[in-house]
């Protein structure tokens, strides 16, 4: 039999009605009258320690009075709560308990009824859910009831006089309970433009949460090898800002914040993982495959990042501090961090602000040595400022306001040593201490990459029966720095030190339209416009001054175009069509116009022999098309299929500053009449159970243009290279709750690829920087104590020998271990971090830097040793 539980403003528990055993631990009368009023109150009073309660579905549902919200558990008996209310919050928190949906998110339900403008379930920390009920006019009133399918949250509002329940009419037909109180709604989606249910969407889908993100941030703030050890099909971790080599599927990635494109056509330093940090992030949704869902350049796959968004509360703060160090060796190894978030809501306005401030020290290998890594994150400042602002105008509109500024400067007295690329073997890189007394004067001393991005976004949810999209967005980008090369004796003929900015600017505009009431079929429809503007250019140093110093003082003297500013224009249309046939069946099918354009002026390069190349004017089009279908066999058990192209354009500044000898207008002589298109063939197999959730997915993609150009000296064309390439594999992706408190699971991913470069029908494999070696990722977790929370990872990077094989490597990759442990503690107000990185203290060499090592040993540098993270956080 149920128990019934009557809480009220300011009070924990009073009232109990209770028939049999009590449902809670409920203390006694004399303990009623001093109530738990802190979780560590609470945990005190619990007879006995609990593993995390696991709470696997959220469900919502009218009520005559107002709303109830189901928190679906097998245990829900056992769930304790303790009352924070806030004005018109009601905020409850369930410590000893986990949300874990299906969607990997939290749960929103805005305006669920009428004086309920929103509720929230969320994990507060890794052992607490916080569900808040934020009332319009009031504090709500709220009844706890449980039941065979987990904790009842019965709920009426408090309601002004113009918002009175109208008194429904008598109807004559035999009631039907209504369908959406019989359904679980869970959190979806977005990547694919439109609110979806993950289990809806007919392409392979990964969702990172913030308490995932948050837990990997303790080893390391690299947003591209967090992505390496949560995400399938990505490849291993390469410990580097610079993001060359990192794919998605072997092929290459489309990265957004908040919808905004983060990847330029000029990809001297392509960073587009290397804008935003950690702690300004909600969550992360990574489509694997090709797709045009967002334009181009996603021909491996789209990766979301969505930015820290309002609690719902009134005001919540975060604090986080922390320090890493190596355990190899720490003379300068130690690093420090901080961060602090605020969000709030008042009455139609919300808002969140950020800032962080991330340092590194030098970072050692497993065997005590300075790591060399000319593209690493050692002897750096990081610092992200997030703010955003929403309104909401009515019921069905809203207006937000969006800023993020990334900066990250290393200024480093190392370098890589090129003088052992002339020692016979390979070699380990090595790091040269710059000789004192080195400055740079008139420009940078130290590399940079620069990010601000604004944003306004419109919501209506209702118009003309419709749900209307629209953003508008500016980007800029800027990268370089660092000290200069001595190049006199190449092409350039000079000490030189390179800088680029790129800037973007931008809109969308979407529609979703339902065709029948019950919007079991719709047209999602709408247009994209991004105008880009790039460039780069070369510092000029002295060189005699910097031959007189003994190669210490450099000193700006001039500048020289490298890359010509050129502005690089795409517009697309699009239209997608959704079809739910049944409850069990979905189809979905669409296409997308895109048109091209490139213009620049007259410049003349920066290599000697120093040419004038005439500018001009240059467009192209193209149609992809995408199509896809989910079946459900049973609620728990879904496979999905879709064939999907997505298209990329080459990097034209590679081509604009260094044209071939015969080339006078390089626009004109550029036979570029289509972008890059990539066919994607893909099935997968999901599974949702109570305790198991696991997925399986194979593809197959195709391309027959190249991504780089071939100057042919009969026609005086620069032409698109014919090398069709292949690509295909497997990934796998298991989790699993074995029994209370206890968690483990783990991805897999399998990938291979041939290019035929001579377009002679005679395929060689793919490089092991495009087409990475197998990898399997493993973790166990626990939460040993009420309190206390452990985790165990593992990262396996197995060999690979086909590249060496087919001639187009000059040496094997081998396979490497790491295990990492993760550790959370509840201590006073707040929470202790710990993190161990490459536990065991591995010597290893990453797969990037093993692929270079016949090259050159001064890019051959180890991953890093055992390293310690120790935080704090705080949440108020």
């Known amino acids: 039999m149920s128990v019934k539980l009557q809480l009220l403003t300011g009070l924990w528990l009073t009232g109990v009605v ?100 929103e509720i929230t379930v969320t994990n507060f ?62 959190l979806v989606v977005t990547a694919t433009r439109t609110e979806e249910d993950v289990q809806n969407v007919a392409r392979s889908v990964t969702v990172i949460t913030r308490e995932q993100i948050e837990q990997q941030a303790k080893l390391t703030t690299n947003l591209a090898d967090i992505l390496a050890k949560t995400v399938p099909g990505f490849g291993s971790p390469t410990n580097r800002s610079n993001t060359f080599g990192q794919t998605l599927r072997g092929r290459n990635i489309s990265v957004l914040i908040d919808g905004v494109p983060q990847n330029a056509n000029l990809q001297s330093i392509p960073a587009a993982l290397t804008t935003i940090d950690p702690s300004a992030i909600e969550r992360i949704e990574v489509v694997r495959g090709p797709n045009a869902i967002y334009g181009g350049q996603a021909t491996g796959g789209v990766v979301n990042i969505i930015t820290k968004r309002p609690s719902g509360q009134r005001l919540t703060s975060t604090t986080n501090i922390g320090l890493d160090t190596s355990l190899t060796r720490s003379a300068d190894s130690f690093g420090y961090n901080l961060s602090h978030q605020i969000s709030g809501t008042e009455g139609i306005f919300d808002y969140t602000a950020g800032f962080s401030l991330v340092t590194t020290a030098g970072f050692y290998d497993a065997e005590g040595d300075r790591i060399a890594n000319f593209s690493g994150d050692e002897d750096s400042e990081k610092i992200n400022i997030l703010a955003k602002v929403g309104v909401e105008l009515s019921p069905d509109q809203r207006l937000q306001f969006s800023f993020n500024h990334f900066n990250q400067r290393q200024n480093t007295d190392f370098i890589s040593d090129s003088a052992i690329d002339e020692i016979p073997g390979i070699q380990k890189s090595r790091a040269l201490r710059l000789p004192a007394g080195t400055t740079v004067i008139g420009a940078s001393d130290g590399s940079f990459i620069n990010n601000t991005l604004l944003s306004l976004n419109y919501t209506n949810n209702n118009i003309l029966n419709s749900k209307l999209q629209a953003q508008a967005y500016y980007r800029n980008y800027g990268f370089g720095g660092g000290i200069p090369d001595d190049n006199r004796a190449f092409n350039l ?84 069509l959704q079809w739910d046939v049944s409850d069990n069946l979905r189809l979905s099918g669409g296409l997308r116009y895109v048109n091209i354009g490139v213009s620049l002026d007259d410049y003349i390069t920066a290599n000697f022999p120093r040419r004038n190349i005439q500018g001009g004017d240059r467009s192209f089009d193209s149609t992809v098309f995408n199509t ?110 074995p029994a209370q408190g206890w968690s483990l699971g783990g991805t897999a991913t399998w990938i291979e690829g041939e290019n035929d470069a001579n377009n002679d029908g005679e395929y060689v494999a793919l490089n092991s920087i495009t087409v990475p070696p197998f990898k399997l990722t493993a973790y166990i977790e626990n939460q040993t104590l009420p309190n ?51 536990l065991l ?36």
């Open 125 to 186: 920390d890794e052992s607490t859910i916080r569900v808040t009920v934020a009332g319009e006019a009031g504090l709500p009133n709220v009844e706890l009831f449980d039941s065979s399918e987990g904790l009842i949250f019965s709920i009426t509002p408090v309601v002004t006089s113009t918002q009175q329940p109208q008194p429904q009419e008598i109807s004559q037909q035999p009631e039907q309970p209504p369908k959406e109180t019989q359904e679980s709604i869970e």
């Open 628 to 737: 896809g279908i989910v079946y459900k066999f049973t609620p728990k058990i879904s496979v999905f299929g879709n064939f999907a192209q997505g298209f990329s354009v080459p990097d034209l500044g590679r081509v604009f500053r260094r044209p071939p000898g015969g080339v006078v207008n390089v626009l004109n002589s550029l036979q570029l009449t289509e972008p890059q298109k990539v066919d994607n063939y893909e099935i997968g197999l999901r599974g949702q159970w109570d305790n198991v959730q696991a997925s399986l997915a194979g593809f197959y993609n195709y391309s027959d243009l190249g991504s780089a150009f071939n100057f042919n000296p009969e026609t005086d064309f620069l032409e698109t290279t014919r090398a069709p390439q292949k690509v295909y594999g497997i990934e796998a992706a298991v989790d699993v709750q």
């Open 493 to 576: 003929r000079g000490i030189t030190q390179s800088e680029g900015e790129s800037e973007q600017l931008g809109g969308r505009l979407q529609v979703e339209t339902p065709f029948n009431s019950e919007k079991t079929l719709s047209l999602l429809w709408g247009v994209d416009y991004q105008k880009e503007q790039s460039s780069q250019n070369f510092n000029i140093f002295d060189g005699d001054e910097f031959d007189t110093s003994g190669g210490r003082i450099f000193r700006k003297i001039d500048e020289r175009v490298f890359v010509p500013e050129y502005d690089f224009r795409e517009l697309g249309i699009f239209g997608q």
């Open 18 to 117: 209770a028939t049999a055993e009590p449902a809670w631990a409920i203390p006694s009368v004399s303990e009623v009258e001093k109530p738990a009023n802190t979780l560590e109150e609470l945990v005190s009073q619990t007879a006995t320690p609990q593993s995390a309660i696991i709470v696997n579905g959220v469900q919502v549902s009218p009520t005559d009075q107002g709303v109830e919200v189901i928190l679906q558990t097998t245990l829900g008996e056992k769930l304790q709560l303790v009352n924070l209310n806030a004005e018109n919050n009601f905020i409850t928190d369930i410590p000893n308990a986990q949300l874990r949906l299906p969607s990997g998110d939290g749960f929103i339900s805005a305006n669920p009824s009428e004086g309920i403008t």
């Open 788 to 838: 206390w929370r452990n985790r165990l990872q593992l990262l396996y990077s197995g060999n690979r020998d086909r590249g060496f094989d087919d001639g187009v490597e000059d040496g094997k990759i081998s396979s490497f271990v790491t295990v990492d442990y993760l550790s959370s503690i509840k201590l006073g107000v707040g929470e202790l971090q710990i993190g161990i990185q490459n």
């Open 841 to 876: 203290n591995n010597q290893y060499f990453p797969v990037y830097s093993q692929y270079f090592a016949p090259f050159f040993d001064s890019a051959n540098y180890a991953g890093k040793g055992i390293t310690l993270s120790v935080g704090y956080r705080i949440v108020w």
